[in-house]
C-alpha cells in the first residue's frame, strides 16, 4: 500500500455554534453521552435482545427501576436512534443491536463501561487538570492494574477497541505474510494479536505486557482458541527488554506517555524488530492543524487519565523513529480516526 503523505480532517458535524440555541446545544452534549452510558450500564440493549420489544412498563420492570423519568429517557434514545418504536413497543436499532449488546462480535460496550466509571467522571474536572496539568481520574493506573474489577473493565475496554481496529489494521498493510512472527507491544489480553494470527496462519504471535494481565490472556485465548498461537511474555516495557519478532505492534500505546519516553520507546522497539522486520504504531495521530475533534477529545482523555500523555503528530512519531534507526517510513489512514505508521529496520 502507497504511503500517505498528507490527510486533511473535517470537524464533527454539531450544533450550530453561532446561534445561543446552538451553543446550549452544545454545552449539553454530556447529557446525550450519560443517557447512553446508563443505557449500557443498566443492559437495556441486552436485555431488549434477550427479551424482544417491550413496553415501558415491562422495561421498568426488566431493568428494576423506578418509572420517574423513564418515558422522557427512553423518548430520549429514541431520538439519539438508538431505539426504535413500533406503538408501545421499544427494540433496539440496527446499530444499537450490532454494536451495544454483550457477547456480539462488534460488542463496543466495553469501552462505554470503562468511559462510564472512568472517562466521565474525569471530564468534570477538566478545569482543574488544565489549572494543575495533574491526571483526574479516579485511582491510577497502578491502583487499576491490580484491583481485578477494575482491570476487568479496562480489558473489556480494550477488547472493544481491538474488535473494531483488528480488521482495519489486517486491511491498511499488506505485508504480513512476508513474515514469521508478530509482538504487540502492551497488547493487553491478546485480542489484537489472536486476529493477526488468525488472519495469517504463517505468523507466531507474541504480547508483551505486564504480569497482572496473564491469566485475563490465558482465558481469553482460551476463548478464541489461539492458545498455541499467541504466547505471553510478561514485564514492564521501560525496564525489561522486549522480546525479538519480524512485526512489532505498538498500539494506542505511545499515547500514554509524554514526548521523550515515546522516543526511549521507539529505540526499544527498534532492538526488539528483527533485522529486516517492521514496526506498525497506530494511534489516534494529530495533524499540525487538527481539526479531527475526535482525536482532540482524546488527547484531553489522557490528560486526565495519566502524568504526561498526549496524542501526537506522525510528524513527531517519524522524528522519533529516523533517531532510532528506522527507515521507508510511510503512514497510511486507518478506520475513522487513526493513523498507522510503518516503519522498516534495515536488514
Known amino acids: 500500500m502507497t504511503g500517505i503523505d498528507d490527510r486533511t480532517g473535517a470537524g464533527v458535524a454539531g450544533p450550530d455554534v453561532s446561534t445561543p440555541a446552538g451553543i446550549l446545544r452544545l454545552a449539553n452534549a454530556f447529557c446525550d453521552a450519560k443517557a447512553l452510558l446508563s443505557a449500557v450500564e443498566l443492559d437495556l440493549f441486552g436485555s431488549l435482545r434477550r427479551t424482544g420489544p417491550r413496553t415501558r412498563e415491562q422495561l421498568r420492570a426488566d431493568l428494576a427501576l423506578h418509572g420517574r423519568g423513564l418515558a422522557d429517557w427512553l423518548q430520549l434514545l429514541l431520538a439519539l436512534g438508538l431505539l426504535e418504536r413500533d406503538g408501545e413497543h421499544y427494540r433496539n436499532a440496527p446499530g444499537a443491536d450490532r454494536h451495544l449488546v454483550p457477547g456480539e462480535p462488534l460488542y463496543v460496550g466495553g469501552f462505554l463501561q470503562r468511559s462510564n466509571h472512568n472517562l466521565y467522571p474525569a471530564w468534570g474536572r477538566l478545569t482543574e487538570a488544565l489549572r494543575t496539568g495533574k491526571p483526574q481520574a ?56 489472536a486476529q493477526i494470527v488468525t488472519a495469517h496462519p504463517r505468523l507466531a504471535g507474541h504480547v508483551f505486557d505486564l504480569p497482572q494481565l496473564a491469566p485475563l490472556f490465558d482465558a481469553r485465548m482460551a476463548e478464541l482458541g489461539t492458545t498455541d498461537r499467541v504466547t505471553f511474555h510478561a514485564g514492564d516495557f521501560f525496564t525489561d527488554p522486549l522480546p525479538q519478532a519480524d512485526i512489532v505492534v505498538l498500539g494506542h500505546a505511545l499515547h500514554d ?29 494529530l ?7 475526535e482525536n482532540l477529545v482524546i488527547s484531553l482523555d489522557m490528560l486526565l487519565v495519566t502524568d504526561g500523555g498526549s496524542e501526537y503528530t506522525a510528524a513527531e512519531l517519524r522524528a522519533h523513529a529516523e533517531s532510532a534507526g528506522f527507515t521507508d517510513i510511510t503512514r497510511h489512514p486507518l478506520g475513522d480516526y487513526d493513523t498507522l505508521v510503518v516503519c522498516h529496520r534495515p536488514k
Not at 185 to 193: K, S, T
Open 138 to 193: 479516579d485511582g491510577d493506573f497502578h491502583t487499576m492494574i491490580n484491583e481485578p474489577r477494575l482491570l476487568g473493565q479496562f480489558a473489556d475496554m480494550m477488547d472493544a477497541l481491538t474488535h473494531v481496529l483488528g480488521p482495519q489494521l489486517l486491511a491498511a498493510w499488506d505485508g504480513w505474510d512476508g513474515y514469521r512472527s508478530v509482538l504487540d507491544v502492551g497488547g493487553c489480553r491478546g485480542n489484537m494479536a
Open 257 to 285: 506517555w509524554d514526548g521523550e519516553r515515546r522516543r526511549l520507546l521507539l529505540h526499544k522497539a527498534y532492538d526488539s524488530v528483527m533485522p529486516g522486520g517492521v514496526l506498525l504504531v497506530y494511534d489516534r495521530m
Open 287 to 293: 495533524e499540525t492543524d487538527s481539526r479531527h475533534v
